[in-house]
């Protein structure tokens, strides 16, 4: 698994690091010409990127703290996965398999709710 995560990092990283210069440089290019030739429509230019950027300051403080409750929230999920496989003989032996399945849909139910 671990070998097919990397080959498909190798394959795409590099595919979207050419998309990602191509654009910056198109933008940048786009932006520069219509500097050159209307110098005044600089100032507005000025005024969206400095409000894109004290915007994406909040943005990203919110995010990072929306994926920490996200990954709060998908830990017992994942526990409850691992204990079973674990212990599945376990669960068999003592007739437990209609608990477990209610327990993850619980679970799945409780994950769900961030997404709505």
């Not at 190798?10 to 990602?20: G, I």
């Given at each position: 698994r671990f070998s097919g995560d990397m080959d498909k990092l190798d394959n795409t990283l590099l595919s979207a690091l050419q998309s990602v210069f191509r654009m910056v440089l198109s933008l940048g290019g786009t932006i520069g010409l219509t500097v050159i030739v209307l110098p005044l429509f600089s100032i507005p230019?000025?005024?969206?990127?400095?409000?894109?950027?004290?915007?994406?300051?909040?943005?990203?403080?919110?995010?990072?703290g929306l994926r920490r409750i996200e990954s709060v929230a998908r830990s017992p999920l994942f526990n409850l996965v691992v204990?079973?496989?674990?212990g599945l003989t376990t669960v068999r032996a003592f007739g437990k398999s209609r608990q477990v399945v209610a327990d993850s849909r619980t679970m799945i139910d409780e994950y769900a709710k961030l997404s709505y």
């Amino acid at each position: 698994r671990f070998s097919g995560d990397m080959d498909k990092l190798d394959n795409t990283l590099l595919s979207a690091l050419q998309s990602v210069f191509r654009m910056v440089l198109s933008l940048g290019g786009t932006i520069g010409l219509t500097v050159i030739v209307l110098p005044l429509f600089s100032i507005p230019i000025i005024i969206v990127v400095s409000l894109f950027l004290w915007i994406q300051t909040f943005y990203r403080k919110a995010n990072v703290g929306l994926r920490r409750i996200e990954s709060v929230a998908r830990s017992p999920l994942f526990n409850l996965v691992v204990e079973t496989l674990d212990g599945l003989t376990t669960v068999r032996a003592f007739g437990k398999s209609r608990q477990v399945v209610a327990d993850s849909r619980t679970m799945i139910d409780e994950y769900a709710k961030l997404s709505y």
